[in-house]
């Protein structure tokens, strides 16, 4: 499988709810990251995994959780929606060192209302 | 004070002018990377670096790890080029700490 692929697109949710959001790994890359973004901001590291197993975080709390399967596809997970949480999330893909570059997916529109 | 810090914040260019956009950072880094972010959020990662200069096309990325500063060159720039561009900080070799530069959002004008 070439490239990234997020889903889904756009989504809107209600404060408190919880939301998934999924990412496909690209093709050879073993290591899934995580970013937020912000209207008007750079992209924020939420957490990686590698190996379905955490590989470290940013500064967001427990109520953002995430999966890696053995596929190396991944999961965003977030508990107890604020509408702070209104954002673009993006992933991205890579060897766990990155050598070979990130390959990043077009990213989910959350809007918490 | 922030780790990573971009110049300039905005940038508008003439069609063929040549375009540098700097990053400087205060800690010590395994790699340095360069992003690309169209309207609409899509992310291309463009460079990483650990050292010297890297050349794709009309880019050109280079790293100064002593002074701690990277620049993004930009050769006959056009108007496709218009996006922002964020330099990232890659702080261990399994690449699981970073930090993200403001962005420099660049428009071309035909």
């Known amino acids: 499988e070439t490239g990234v692929t997020q889903s889904p697109t756009h989504l809107i949710k209600t404060r408190g709810q919880q939301v998934t959001l999924r990412c496909s790994s690209q093709s050879g890359h073993n290591t899934v990251s995580w970013y937020q973004q912000a209207l008007g901001q750079g992209p924020q590291f939420i957490f990686q995994?590698?190996?379905?197993?955490?590989?470290g975080r940013g500064n967001f709390p427990p109520r953002f959780s995430g999966l890696q399967f053995p596929n190396y596809s991944s999961e965003l997970n977030v508990n107890a929606l604020e509408l702070d949480d209104s954002a673009l999330y993006l992933c991205?893909?890579?060897?766990?060192?990155?050598?070979?570059?990130?390959?990043f997916g077009s990213g989910t529109r959350l809007t918490v209302v | 004070k922030n780790e990573v810090e971009q110049s300039p914040q905005n940038l508008t260019a003439q069609e063929g002018e040549f375009i540098t956009i700097n990053c400087s950072y205060s800690?010590?880094?395994?790699?340095l990377h360069w992003l690309q972010q169209h309207p609409g959020g899509g992310i291309v990662s463009l460079f990483m670096?650990?050292?010297g200069k890297k050349k794709h096309g009309r880019l050109i990325a280079t790293i100064n790890i002593q002074e701690k500063h990277s620049s993004l060159h930009i050769t006959a720039s056009h108007p496709r080029d218009s996006a922002v561009y964020i330099c990232?900080?890659?702080?261990?070799?399994?690449?699981?700490?970073?930090?993200f530069g403001t962005g420099t959002s660049l428009t071309v004008i035909p």
């Open positions: 995994y590698y190996r379905e197993e955490e590989n």
């Open positions: 991205a893909s890579s060897t766990l060192t990155g050598g070979n570059g990130y390959t």
């Open positions: 800690v010590g880094i395994s790699a």
């Open positions: 990232v900080l890659s702080l261990t070799p399994t690449g699981n700490q970073f930090y």
């Open positions: 670096l650990s050292s």
